[in-house]
């Protein structure tokens, strides 16, 4: 039975809004999760103003202050045995201001000696260009994504990216999950949209500014960079019919046609016949000009790479409910949940590489799949975290099936080696890591980092190239 490859990419994943801090350090700007503060309401929170305001807690400011924990981090993932860590720059470190005529030194300098530190490590480094880290001022003076601005100033930012970094990366990605443009527009297109906003015609409008922005990255990539890999990166975790009554099953495959859409485009270098209709019943009329639609059909990306966390199930006609880790749906009686409420589905993995395999036959790789739960500091210093243990191991099992079955997934990298902040809550105390960083919801903590009783597991599955998943015996 096929396995995966010997250069199987095994790794973990962060984004630096989530991790590095040091939010105003060596001359970056705000980006747009510098105003978010901590809880589940953070998205509704935000000042309309967009300003920051004396006395809140926003956690992306320190976070687990990787800035400058970096190089004690990157020894424990080297420890660990990681191949690839995938992670993000930080847009607002190299254009504090997004359109500036010149970038930021320290910015380039900074994520240089970060580069150079994996290498030392072996670890290749998988870099994210734009992950949910739109600078603010692009915000405040363009509105985001939809103004067509935004395409040049990101086209510079990628050029000077590829020209410095051309030697250290040869894995990029552009947007992070790219179709949360229409479910969290604020993370994925720098947008502010109010109920009343006209929101399908301004989030459309910037999925086709942010597909002719990736369009002209590939090509620059490729020609700057050659034999450098650059894919898309999507948000796919799926949902099920909850019935087999047909108007179930049918709104729920146009349900997945929202994110498809937009690998659809990014993959196959064309507009799909089915968007047609919908942006008609929209009213949406989005304004392309000359020459886009051949350069995104020149231009496609590489690879795709995308989320997966959990599953849900639809019912025809209920609300469109999304989170960060994908549609809100109906619950399925056949799946436990994490302590955070998300269905934990394996088999759901080795379904979506499947259907995302036999729709473009492009390789794939995850880049993001974990689970965020609460952990305990027993009284001997150990932190047993079997039920996460559990959860890696199952959907390994459900990643070698669908190799099995002929998926070309070239690499896994676990979302959140290290406890980061959460990108839905603002939460640290909704733990994801192999280690352990001592800070709490308030941002009060040492920053001590500390193996979990996964680190060992993990060091051992990749180890063996995913063929030793047995969980350590229960003490």
């Known amino acids: 039975m096929k396995t995966f490859a010997k250069n199987f990419l095994w790794g973990g994943a962060l984004a630096a809004n989530q991790c590095e801090g040091a939010y105003l350090e060596d001359g970056k700007g705000l980006e747009i999760c510098d105003l978010l503060e901590t809880g589940k309401d953070r998205f509704i929170k935000l000042d309309p103003a967009l300003e920051l305001h004396e006395g809140h807690v926003y ?93 040049g100033f990101f086209e510079r930012y990628c050029k000077v990216l590829f020209e410095r970094y051309k030697d250290q990366v040869k894995y990029w990605m552009t947007f992070n999950e790219i179709n949360n443009t229409l479910k969290l527009p604020y993370l994925a297109a720098g947008m502010v949209v109010a109920d009343d906003d006209n929101a399908p015609q301004r989030q459309y409008q910037a999925a086709h500014n942010m597909f002719v922005a990736n369009a002209l990255a590939v090509k620059s990539c490729h020609e700057m960079i050659p034999g450098a890999k650059i894919g898309c990166m999507l948000s796919l975790s799926t949902a099920y019919p909850n019935t087999c009554r047909p108007e179930d099953v049918m709104e729920t495959y146009q349900l997945r046609q929202r994110s498809l859409f937009f690998s659809d485009v990014m993959l196959r270098g064309r507009y799909p016949s089915y968007i047609d209709r919908k942006w008609e019943e929209l009213g949406v009329q989005v304004q392309m000009e000359p020459g886009d639609s051949e350069l995104i059909a020149q231009n496609t990306n590489d690879y795709l790479a995308f989320s997966y966390y959990m599953t849900s199930t639809h019912i025809a006609g209920m609300k469109i409910r999304s989170n960060t880790g994908g549609h809100v749906g109906a619950d399925n009686p056949y799946l436990e949940k994490s302590k955070w409420g998300w269905p934990i589905d394996p088999v759901g993995l080795r379904f979506v590489c499947n259907e995302l395999y036999d729709r473009y036959q492009k390789p794939m790789f995850i880049a993001e799949n974990g689970l965020g739960t609460a952990d305990t500091i027993d009284p001997d210093g150990r932190i047993r975290d079997t039920a996460r243990m559990e959860y890696l191991k199952k959907h390994i099992e459900a990643l070698q099936q669908a190799v099995a079955d002929g998926c070309d997934i070239f690499g896994y990298t676990w979302w959140g080696p290290i406890d980061i902040v959460s990108a839905g809550t603002g939460e640290m105390e909704k733990r994801y890591g192999f280690i352990y960083v001592d800070k709490d919801n308030q941002g009060n903590g040492t920053l001590q980092r500390r193996k979990k009783d996964s680190f060992e597991y993990y060091k051992k599955v990749i180890a063996s190239n995913g063929q030793d998943l047995e969980l350590p015996a229960e003490d």
């Open 59 to 151: 956690p992306s400011h320190e976070a687990i202050d990787f800035y400058h924990h970096y190089k004690e981090d990157i020894a424990m993932f080297g420890e660990m045995g990681m191949k690839c860590l995938r992670t993000s720059i930080a847009w607002s470190r190299i254009f504090p201001n997004g359109d500036d005529a010149e970038p930021n030194e320290k910015g380039l300098t900074y994520y240089e000696d970060m580069f150079r530190e994996l290498h030392r490590w072996g670890i290749e480094p998988v870099i994210t260009i734009s992950h949910f880290e739109t600078p603010l001022a692009l915000v405040k003076k363009y509105g985001g994504w939809d103004n067509r601005k935004l395409v």
